[in-house]
């Protein structure tokens, strides 16, 4: 099944294409990460990109806001092709709110300033409205009563919860995920997922780089499977997980789905 029909299924009556990715290339010297990458995300969807490590999974989530610049091809957001640099590209980047495998937060900084910080600085909002705002996100991911307390003195769970309510602080047009949890344990795991599924369930556009294959069933309108730097298979969570489409799919999800 080509990429131009699984596609077409669950975003087409979302929106238009918020994120597009046209022909899309990247080396990392000799090793050619990223192959000749179409996806389009439509406003108000969840692609969640699964995929055994090193299939470029991660490259992929970070070249959509130039954290990794890509070598051919275009990306483009809300119909404007990324800039290469300087201020266009600041501007893009506060429309695309990131949460990463580590926290990122600054350790001198309060929780309530961590979320603040973005706001003031980069959209110039005065720091009543913005401290207003970030209580608002941070009552919404579970740790308002935590605001005045600094990263350290958190657990990675609930500091991960920080980084997302950071990220949507930006009023972001979209959120990508970059493997969200895999560096926390595992009863934590489960409270950033949470958060992660009400906020598609919100209907924010949301990329998401994961290991977890139960978020892929139950939050992702398409799941696109990666291997050796190519997208390989996408298609609805329903139909990739019972009815995987390619050998590489099928033999990915028979060790997983086995443990």
Request: glycine content about 6%.
């Amino acid at each position: 099944m080509t990429a131009e029909q699984t596609s077409s299924s669950p975003s087409a009556a979302r929106g238009e294409p918020l994120v597009v990715l046209d022909h899309v290339d990247k080396w990392f010297g000799d090793l050619h990460v990223l192959q000749d990458i179409h996806l389009s995300v439509a406003r108000g969807e969840v692609v969640v990109v699964i995929g055994p490590s090193g299939s470029g999974k991660s490259t992929l989530c970070r070249a959509i806001n130039r954290l990794e610049t890509i070598d051919k091809g275009e990306i483009s957001l809300d119909g404007q092709p990324l800039p290469a640099e300087g201020k266009e590209l600041a501007a893009l980047r506060a429309e695309v709110g990131m949460v990463f495998q580590s926290f990122n937060l600054f350790a001198h900084k309060t929780i309530l300033e961590n979320v603040t910080l973005g706001p003031i600085k980069v959209r110039g909002i005065k720091k009543a409205d913005a401290d207003k705002r970030a209580m608002e996100l941070l009552e919404r991911v579970g740790i308002a009563h935590q605001a005045k307390k600094y990263p350290a003195q958190l657990s990675g769970g609930q500091q991960q919860r920080v980084a997302i309510a950071r990220a949507l602080a930006m009023d972001p047009k979209v959120m990508l995920f970059d493997e969200p949890t895999s560096a926390l344990d595992p009863e934590m795991i489960k409270e950033v997922l949470d958060v992660m599924v009400d906020l598609a369930e919100q209907g924010m556009t949301m990329v998401v780089v994961t290991h977890e294959m139960g978020f892929a069933r139950t939050a992702a309108d398409r799941v696109v499977f990666m291997a050796d730097g190519a997208i390989v298979e996408e298609n609805t969570p329903e139909e990739f997980f019972t009815n995987p489409q390619s050998e590489r799919a099928q033999d990915f999800l028979s060790k997983i789905l086995k443990h």
